[in-house]
């Protein structure tokens, strides 16, 4: 056991872990690697991009986890005309008082959702970054700070086109882990029917019972002890050979920055705090690798051609790179 680290630390964020992943359970069907994604982003002060298809419980799943974590939510849906004021707020002129007066905008929260963020044009999108970034905002050269913890999920649809503006790389490399959700299995699918049949899907019945799990003081806590998890040598190694892999792989134009090792070294310690542990694995690098990295890389076109992923590529890196 490592002498900073408590048994009852360590216990204590796995134990709200899996209640907060069973209490997510009774409501949404599946989804259970998203669910352990979005916590250790949650527990390494990270944000996470989701891409892929409509209809598949992300924005009811992420409102479930901060109303279970105790925590402040905010959602921006997001349009062509949405503008940075918006998101961060305004300073507007206050007749009563006889001074300007400021109105905050939603990035003031602790779990921010940013629905469709392909959608909002360039100036708009940037409006996040500095949050994202530094946990603060700026409105009319005033820097306001934002409380901790703060966790944005931003989910876009790659499928859709019209009227969007992707994100460029630099914005993408922001986020700490990305997550491409998929349609539910034919299992989970049926599961699905059945619990709409019986009642189980109602939003405002299940709301109604549910009671928050822990609070912003116990995850705060639980951040710092995620902090403290030992990573040997060897491992940081073996997280340096990886993110070096990508940025020499022949089919890789553009290889991950240095935010992947830190993704790596931050999600491989929540990943093994969440786990009980005060140490690193190898297997806790390789959880949180291609999460980490697939959004950083830009495939050579010629494999792109070929119909190789980004996702491919990092699968064989981990299967080269030797592991300590």
């Known amino acids: 056991m490592n002498k900073n680290l408590s048994a009852k630390e360590l216990n204590d964020i796995s134990t709200s872990f899996q209640e907060i992943k069973e209490a997510i359970g009774r409501l949404i069907v599946g989804n259970d690697e998203l669910i352990e994604l979005l916590f250790i982003g949650l527990l390494s002060g990270g944000h996470v991009l989701i891409e892929g298809v409509p209809g598949t419980a992300k924005t009811t799943l992420v409102k479930t986890m901060a109303a279970l974590t105790g925590c402040e939510f905010q959602r921006v849906q997001c349009a062509v005309d949405t503008q940075p004021a918006d998101i961060i707020g305004i300073r ?66 790659p499928y859709e086109q019209e009227g969007t503006f992707p994100l460029i790389e630099a914005q993408k490399d922001r986020f700490m882990f990305s997550f491409h959700s998929r349609y539910m299995d034919r299992e989970f699918e049926r599961e699905l029917i059945r619990r709409e049949h019986e009642g189980a899907l109602d939003w405002k019945e299940f709301t109604s019972q549910l009671m928050p799990l822990t609070n912003r003081q116990d995850l705060l806590a639980f951040i710092e002890t995620a902090k403290r998890v030992h990573i040997s040598e060897p491992i940081q190694d073996y997280i340096g050979d990886l993110v070096i892999a990508t940025r020499t792989h022949s089919d890789i134009h553009l290889g991950a ?62 299967r080269t790179v030797e592991v300590p």
Request: net charge neutral; charged share 25%; hydrophobic share 40%.
């Open 257 to 318: 920055s240095s935010r992947g090792s830190i993704a790596l070294v931050r999600g491989s310690k929540g990943w093994a705090a969440m786990n009980n542990r005060d140490y690193v694995i190898p297997d806790d690098v390789k959880k949180v690798a291609t999460f980490a990295l697939k959004h950083r890389i830009l495939p050579q076109r010629e494999a792109e051609i070929s119909g190789i992923t980004s996702t491919q590529i990092i699968e064989e890196i981990l």
């Open 92 to 157: 507007f002129w206050n007749q009563q008082s006889g001074e300007f007066t400021l109105r905050r905008g939603s990035v003031f929260t602790n779990i921010l959702l940013i629905d469709e963020v392909n959608r909002l044009p360039p100036k708009s999108q940037s409006a996040f970054i500095e949050a994202m970034s530094e946990r603060q905002a700026t409105i009319d050269g005033t820097t306001i700070a934002i409380d901790e913890p703060y966790f944005a999920i931003a989910t876009q649809n």
